[in-house]
């Protein structure tokens, strides 16, 4: 609870000198009295009989009035924290899903080309179709496709930032994988001259304008729903 004001304590006084006041305004008073020496200075001029400076008669109402007074501003001071209080806890709790999202669920981190392979590369009805095998013993979590102004095509693995081990072997970091050329040209507004796994800064080639590329085996096409 806040400090009471003298003021208030000076009106209390006479109630507790002469044993008629409640007893929360006792408590309140002697609670005040060990810490305001002024406060106990007035009430041994009171003891003692000497004249005080007069004050405006105080009676029982208006000692409940102080009390419901002060009782009101420390229920405020309470709701004001309280509130104060949720909002801090609401701003952590946002913080921490904030987190957690950034490290377990965002796709924000490229996988790097060392431990990547390309094989099996073929083209079929303007589609080039490879084989992707990432053995780096962690998960692929989604292939992202981008185009240069140079007609530069990458797909790009991505992971998040707290890495999961990989348990599927027919998951994105080992399968089978395919561009379709007039699609991708369509959708981006660029030509494609060649096809890398990577980003522009680490790649590896996939496929190039010109290369002489064998048929794609049937059952691949099939895997992927062509006849």
Known sequence: MREVPCRVIEDLLPLYHDDV???ESRSLVEGHLSQCEACRNELQRMRAGLPVEEKVTVDR??????MKGIASSWKKGKKRSFWKGMLVTSAVAACLVLAYVGLFQWNVVNVGTENAEISKVSQADGKVF??????????????KYDVN????????????????????PSALENADEFVDLSEQEEIRGE?????????????????????????????????????
Request: aromatic share 12%; charged share 35%; hydrophobic share 30%.
């Open 61 to 66: 109402n208006s000692d409940d009035r102080v």
């Open 191 to 227: 030509k494609i001259e060649a096809i890398y796994f990577g980003t522009p800064d680490d790649r590896k080639l996939i496929w190039k304008e010109g290369m002489d590329l064998p048929q794609t085996d049937q059952s691949v096409l099939e895997r992927f729903g062509f006849e």
């Open 149 to 168: 102004s140079n007609g530069d095509f990458y797909v790009t693995g991505k992971r998040q930032v707290i890495k999961e081990e990989a348990s599927r």
């Open 21 to 23: 006041c409640s007893e």
């Open 130 to 143: 490879f084989h992707l095998n990432v053995d780096d013993g962690y998960k692929i979590s989604t292939l």
